[in-house]
């Protein structure tokens, strides 16, 4: 009997297995394989690291429509995932990245990242996980964003969570609407951008393609002083 009872439990953690195995697999790429896949293409660009990763994360929700089932909130550096967080320690676990801290010369503290031995193959699953148009489009973001200084990046990503809010909650905006979204309704640090500015990089998104169509997740406004705290 208790061969058999063996038997059945190993019968159950196989069907188990298997059933897990469907359902990641049925829920699409996981975000680990696509924050790879970016840190793999751009960790030797001088400008990337986490504020840039986070952005891309956000990009390839919203632009790719890739469900992550992210959370992305209206912080400074927003939109920003909470989520980053877990991912660089499950990195440092099984190498695929490990953080590096520094301080640039104006003071403030720049987190980079140093590629780790499984990282290519983490970062591969990605090459077989996405169809061969959101591969494209995402190398195609990638490469909008490889030179770009971190302000511009968050620029950019913010713009378009801004106006794709709108588009979400059912209404198209005009810049000014945008623009006015985004220096009053997101956060106080974001006033330092002039509307002459961004509606010049709105104009950037419109040029290369990257206009919002309503997909992934609405930004979440947060309460000042609630931010999450690593």
């Known amino acids: 009997m208790r061969e058999r009872s063996g038997g059945i439990e190993e019968e159950l953690e196989d069907l188990t297995g298997a059933a897990l195995h469907y359902v990641f697999k049925s829920c699409g790429p996981d975000r680990a394989m696509i924050g790879?896949?970016?840190?793999?293409?751009?960790?030797?660009k001088r400008t990337f690291g986490r504020t840039a990763e986070v952005k891309v994360l956000y990009l390839a929700e919203a632009h790719l429509g890739l469900d992550f089932g992210g959370s992305h909130l209206r912080e400074a550096a927003g939109p920003f995932d909470p989520w980053i967080y877990q991912f660089e320690e499950e990195a440092a676990r099984q190498q695929w990245f490990s953080v590096v801290e520094s301080t640039t010369k104006d003071g403030r503290k720049k987190i980079e990242y140093r590629k780790g031995r499984n990282l290519a193959a983490k970062a591969q699953e990605a090459e077989t996980g996405l169809s061969a148009s959101h591969l494209g489009e995402f190398d195609r973001l990638l490469g909008l964003l490889a030179e770009k200084p971190t302000v511009q990046v968050e620029i950019i990503a913010t713009l378009f969570a801004a106006w794709?809010?709108?588009?979400?909650?059912?209404?198209?905006?005009?810049?000014?609407?945008?623009?006015?979204?985004?220096?009053?309704?997101?956060?106080?640090s974001k006033q330092r951008f002039t509307e002459a500015e961004l509606k010049t990089w709105l104009n950037w998104?419109?040029?290369h393609g990257l206009v919002p169509q309503g997909r992934g997740p609405r930004t979440v406004a947060v309460q000042q002083?609630?931010?999450?705290l690593h």
């Not at 002083?225 to 999450?228: A, D």
């Open 164 to 188: 794709n809010d709108f588009l979400i909650d059912r209404h198209m905006p005009n810049d000014d609407e945008i623009v006015r979204e985004v220096r009053e309704n997101w956060h106080p």
């Open 205 to 207: 998104l419109r040029e």
């Open 36 to 44: 790879c896949y970016a840190i793999q293409k751009m960790s030797d």
């Open 225 to 228: 002083g609630k931010l999450p």
